[in-house]
């Protein structure tokens, strides 16, 4: 009886560790390495595309094409080589909340630069 | 244990975000110099090796990738395949800091860092630089303009700087990080400490895919 006890209490003590564990794995989604190897590759022809649209005569969609490329591939990275899009919403938040906190400082920043020799130059 | 790894998680995020606002400072500083000296940012550019500039930008594309298996392997437990993605994650940073240190020795050779020796001879002058100018044809630029040269080479050497010393730091924890893997330590369902690494790394990925466009494609038709 008492061995049995003991037995139980040992199985549960297992059960939580399981449970534990399955917590663990269910939080933490395993992105697969054929994702990695699709976003690697994207990465990488993006590159290209950069180096080449900046040999083209476009005046100043020059800039605005290579910077588009650029944020792609960073939203790229962000969200799968850093996992964002499996993240939980605290994450989301977090991260959505800097890049707006980012953008207007930059943008408030350079409204004032850009604007304040107006007509001066 | 769930709220604990969010809260690391969370924690990294902030910090990055932190790195963020700090490279942005730096952003923010090249784009409204380069507005106001455009044609001196368009002969700095080209002194840029666009090859080498490429190369370093495929060498930490693919080094993120390696670092993104790396994290995979320690979410399945494979310590051989962890090993392996860290010391090629390694190796790929210094490829990267090495053809970095390259381009740094061919402006030192040219005298085009910042400061009392800096030379104008390439921008007021730009057929005394046969190799550029067989390439884009520049004009020469009027002194003054030609002056604020300097300010392009400064603006580049402090955010290329900025992010080699994180490139520098991020090696330097990834050598701890294959010791202690070898001993199988994020082998065993512990990978907060990878994953967070990874977090970094891919950082200073972005950091990168940023400098790239900016500082070397400002204008590269002749």
Same mark, same amino acid.
């Given at each position: 009886m008492a061995k049995d006890m003991q037995m139980n209490a040992h199985q549960e003590h297992e059960n939580e560790q399981d449970d534990d564990r399955a917590a663990l794995e269910e939080h933490r989604h395993v992105v697969p390495p054929r994702i990695y190897l699709i976003v690697g590759t994207t990465l990488l022809i993006f590159t290209a595309l950069t180096v080449w649209a900046?040999? /083209?005569? /476009?005046?100043?969609?020059n800039p605005i094409i290579a910077l588009f490329i650029a944020c792609v591939k960073a939203t790229i990275v962000v969200l799968f080589f850093m996992h964002v899009k499996y993240s939980t919403k605290l994450t989301k938040l977090t991260v959505g909340a800097g890049l707006f906190t980012f953008l207007t400082l930059i943008g408030m920043t350079l409204a004032d630069y850009f604007t304040r020799a107006w007509g001066r130059w | 244990m769930g709220q604990q790894v969010d809260a690391t998680g969370f924690a990294m995020w902030l910090f990055l975000l932190t790195e963020i606002m700090f490279f942005g400072g730096l952003f923010t500083a090249y784009l409204i110099y380069r507005n106001w000296y455009y044609p001196a940012f368009v002969a700095g550019s080209h002194q840029l090796d666009i090859i080498w500039g490429t190369a370093n930008t495929a060498v930490l594309i693919t080094s993120s990738f390696t670092m993104a298996m790396g994290v995979w392997c320690a979410e399945t437990r494979r310590k051989g395949g962890l090993l392996l993605c860290l010391c090629l994650t390694l190796f790929l940073g210094l490829v990267f800091l090495g053809i970095k240190s390259i381009e740094y020795g061919e402006k030192i050779e040219k005298h085009h860092v910042p400061g009392f020796h800096y030379s104008l001879k390439s921008f007021t002058d730009p057929e005394s630089d046969p190799q550029i100018y067989k390439m884009y044809h520049d004009k020469p630029l009027p002194l003054d303009m030609a002056r604020h040269t300097e300010m392009y080479f400064g603006l580049y050497f402090a955010m290329t700087g900025m992010h080699a010393l994180h490139m520098i730091i991020g090696c330097a924890i990834l050598v701890y990080m294959v010791f202690r893997a070898q001993a199988g330590a994020y082998t065993t369902g512990h990978v907060t400490f990878v994953e967070n690494f990874g977090l970094y790394w891919h950082f200073v990925d972005i950091i990168w895919i940023f400098l790239f466009p900016l500082l070397y494609l400002i204008s590269r038709h002749g």
């Amino acid at each position: 009886m008492a061995k049995d006890m003991q037995m139980n209490a040992h199985q549960e003590h297992e059960n939580e560790q399981d449970d534990d564990r399955a917590a663990l794995e269910e939080h933490r989604h395993v992105v697969p390495p054929r994702i990695y190897l699709i976003v690697g590759t994207t990465l990488l022809i993006f590159t290209a595309l950069t180096v080449w649209a900046s040999y /083209l005569e /476009l005046g100043v969609f020059n800039p605005i094409i290579a910077l588009f490329i650029a944020c792609v591939k960073a939203t790229i990275v962000v969200l799968f080589f850093m996992h964002v899009k499996y993240s939980t919403k605290l994450t989301k938040l977090t991260v959505g909340a800097g890049l707006f906190t980012f953008l207007t400082l930059i943008g408030m920043t350079l409204a004032d630069y850009f604007t304040r020799a107006w007509g001066r130059w | 244990m769930g709220q604990q790894v969010d809260a690391t998680g969370f924690a990294m995020w902030l910090f990055l975000l932190t790195e963020i606002m700090f490279f942005g400072g730096l952003f923010t500083a090249y784009l409204i110099y380069r507005n106001w000296y455009y044609p001196a940012f368009v002969a700095g550019s080209h002194q840029l090796d666009i090859i080498w500039g490429t190369a370093n930008t495929a060498v930490l594309i693919t080094s993120s990738f390696t670092m993104a298996m790396g994290v995979w392997c320690a979410e399945t437990r494979r310590k051989g395949g962890l090993l392996l993605c860290l010391c090629l994650t390694l190796f790929l940073g210094l490829v990267f800091l090495g053809i970095k240190s390259i381009e740094y020795g061919e402006k030192i050779e040219k005298h085009h860092v910042p400061g009392f020796h800096y030379s104008l001879k390439s921008f007021t002058d730009p057929e005394s630089d046969p190799q550029i100018y067989k390439m884009y044809h520049d004009k020469p630029l009027p002194l003054d303009m030609a002056r604020h040269t300097e300010m392009y080479f400064g603006l580049y050497f402090a955010m290329t700087g900025m992010h080699a010393l994180h490139m520098i730091i991020g090696c330097a924890i990834l050598v701890y990080m294959v010791f202690r893997a070898q001993a199988g330590a994020y082998t065993t369902g512990h990978v907060t400490f990878v994953e967070n690494f990874g977090l970094y790394w891919h950082f200073v990925d972005i950091i990168w895919i940023f400098l790239f466009p900016l500082l070397y494609l400002i204008s590269r038709h002749g």
